[in-house]
Nanobody, 124 residues
């Protein structure tokens, strides 16, 4: 069983930055960790992912150049650094995990473990 806990959400003004963290139980090194978000009234969507075996990263087009996903092995965490935040980034952000490699890191069906989510609100 893998337990995921997100943190770092909050209310920020447009253009500001925020870092979300995903803490995972158990051995971290072979996971793929994904970040997804669900904007108000919309479907959940992929944001970013990292394959911890080789540090491959993947991003949704709308966040490329603004968001960065990274690992923190000392604390068994994955971070999502979000810069130049826009009102469209307002959502509940979830981290998800799966053991090992996936050919579809952008698909939520690739992940078997999910956190409870953390809310990010970007005020315009």
């Amino acid at each position: 069983q893998v337990r995921l806990v997100e943190s770092g959400g909050g209310l920020v003004p447009t253009g500001d930055s925020l870092t979300l963290s995903c803490a995972a139980s158990g051995s971290f090194s072979t996971y793929t960790i994904g970040w997804f978000r669900q904007p108000p009234g919309k479907e959940r969507e992929f944001v970013a992912a990292i394959m911890l075996k080789d540090d491959s990263t993947y991003y949704q087009d709308s966040v490329k150049g603004r968001f960065a996903v990274s690992r923190d092995d000392a604390w068994n965490k994955v971070h999502l650094q979000m810069n130049s935040l826009k009102s469209d980034d307002t959502a509940v952000y979830f981290c998800a995990a799966r053991f090992g490699f996936t050919k579809e890191p952008m698909s939520d069906s690739s992940y078997g473990y999910w956190g409870q989510g953390t809310r990010v609100t970007v005020s315009s």
